[in-house]
């Protein structure tokens, strides 16, 4: 105790510490019925952090070449004390974070916080959220296994569908035109370099406006009631995070990731080619799009739409004009609702098709 | 001294410490860009490969072989010809099957299906699929791309 006053004191004295110390005592968390849901962007963070953890460890092993990369995580996998354990956790935090993300997402926008001022703290919130998926996109294919390596050919051909920019995004994802050894460099350096620190910084800033201006209480409460945020809030937030950790280890240890089969170029895409759960709802509204609408292309079409989709999801805070006057509009809630219940219905659906072919 | 100047010394020196902004950056920029880009030219350009051995395929089966970068395959069809495809479908560039049963070539991604002649029977390809000329010399079956 004494040597941690004597730090506390060290410090203090060099640095302005009291500035600190004063967001973290003055802040508070709104109390009221939906309080819940303000620790869902605590255990996305978490989440993130674990990320970051064992994908440090990963990175001592895996090779990022055609030929080793699958051989590199077997080797993890089955010659690395505990690399079973590292990659599972990696694989099985990657679902999770989405997971977390998603629900972080989507609650934050029934509860409405991002009405002014808070409108970019939604927009890091949203493009955090695609930095997520890009890393989740990139990562799939590292362990280049069939599925993996298949997934990516398709999900890049996607890519390729956009006018003008599409193929320039394909060309410079695939490092060429075909997805082959250098496609897999490039994702090896999104997924370890760019995108982390694109994660870094959205992160940071998303933080740093939530300090700011603390925490949004819904429209529909009324009472002032709150609870500092330290350490009342941060210590129920600690059991949240002892909880997520708890489930990525039961998980992890309980249904470790499996690696399939090495990718073959030259061999058939087999039957089930399937890309990452959050990307089904997409996948599988491909599948079903005529292969041509109104003289367009059908997947051209698909893809514009998703496009617009993804601007409208940023744009929130500004398209929800009642909101920004302090009022609810039940076409805002129903429009939310109708998006959220297609994304989950498709996924639905495209898991169903999956087990039932 | 003029008394209806345009151009004042201040907004003069402005405008060229903006434009010297903008050049730098552009001069940084322009570089990454490039050095981001693919380097072209490292694929090579097949036009044509034996693709099998004349008896290697029995009647109503295929094998995909390699053209340069992409897969090929090869179909002896139940009327006994000889065909050849590209065996990348057009719909989103998975690579196709021969389903013996239906005597139909077969995408599962997303459940395309061509017929013998790479014509679309059904599914969301939009194109056929590419045909290649087929060759027998010898012991070997050659596969080409028709000359443009
Ligand atoms: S890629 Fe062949 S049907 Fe979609």
């Not at chain 1, 060309?171 to 370099?193: E, K, N, P, Q, Y």
């Not at chain 2, 001294?1 to 903008?22: D, E, N, W």
């Not at chain 2, 070539?105 to 029977?121: M, S, Y």
Request: glycine letters at 8%; aromatic letters at 12%.
């Amino acid at each position: 105790m004494k040597l941690f006053a004597g730090l506390r004191a060290f410090f203090r004295e060099r640095y302005q510490l009291g500035a600190l110390a004063d967001l973290a005592t003055h802040k508070t968390v709104p109390l009221h019925r939906h309080t819940f849901w303000y620790y869902w962007g605590g255990m996305t963070l978490l989440l993130i952090g674990i990320q970051f953890a064992s994908g440090v460890l990963l990175l001592l092993y895996y090779r990022p070449s055609a030929q080793e990369a699958f051989e590199s995580v077997r080797f993890i996998m089955t010659k690395v004390q505990f690399g079973w354990l590292v990659r599972s956790v990696h694989a099985w935090a990657a679902h999770l974070v989405i997971f977390c993300a998603m629900i972080h997402l989507a609650s934050t926008f029934f509860l409405k916080a991002y009405r002014p001022p808070r409108e970019l703290t939604w927009v890091t919130g949203v493009l955090l959220f695609f930095v997520l998926l890009g890393l989740g996109f990139t990562g799939y294919l590292l362990p280049r296994n069939t599925l993996a390596f298949f997934a990516t050919k398709v999900g890049t051909e996607i890519a390729g569908v956009v006018p003008i920019v599409g193929p320039i995004v394909q060309m410079m994802l695939r490092g060429g035109s075909d997805v082959t050894d250098v496609t897999l460099t490039r994702f090896f350096w999104l997924h370890i370099a760019v995108l982390p620190l694109a994660l870094l910084g959205v992160v940071g800033l998303h933080l740093v406006m939530i300090q700011l201006q603390g925490m949004s209480k819904p429209l529909s409460v009324k009472t002032d009631r709150a609870m500092p945020f330290f350490p009342h809030f941060f210590l129920r937030d600690l059991v949240g995070w002892a909880v997520v950790l708890g489930v990525v280890l039961c998980i992890s240890v309980y249904w470790p990731a499996t690696l399939g089969t090495k990718a073959d170029p030259f061999a058939p895409t087999p039957a089930g080619i399937a890309p990452e759960w959050y990307f089904l709802w997409m996948f599988q509204t491909l599948k079903l799009f005529p292969s041509h609408v109104l003289g367009l292309e059908g997947e051209l079409v698909a893809v514009a739409l998703t496009g617009v989709a993804g601007l409208v999801v940023l744009l929130v805070p500004w398209l929800d004009r009642p909101a920004r006057q302090g009022r609810t509009h039940w076409l805002v809630w129903a429009a939310g609702l109708i998006g959220m219940t297609y994304v989950v219905g498709m996924t639905g659906y495209a898991l169903w098709i999956g087990h039932h072919p | 001294m003029c008394p209806k100047q345009f151009l004042t010394r201040r907004a003069f020196l402005r405008s060229l410490l903006k434009g010297g902004v903008l050049a730098l950056l552009g001069a940084t920029l322009y570089p990454i860009l490039r050095y981001l880009y693919p380097v072209k030219g490292a694929e090579s350009v097949v036009t044509s490969v034996a693709a099998a051995k004349v008896d290697e395929l029995a009647v109503n089966t295929a094998k995909i072989f390699r053209f340069g970068n992409r897969p090929g395959m090869l179909v002896h069809t139940p009327q006994g010809e000889l065909k050849a495809f590209s065996a990348v479908c057009t719909h989103l560039n998975c690579t196709v099957q021969y389903d013996e049963d239906a005597s139909v070539i077969w995408c599962a991604c997303h459940n395309g299906k061509f017929d013998l002649n790479g014509q679309v029977i059904s599914g969301p390809p939009p194109k056929p699929l590419e045909s290649y000329q087929v060759n027998v010399r010898g012991d070997d079956v050659i596969v080409s791309k028709a000359s443009v």
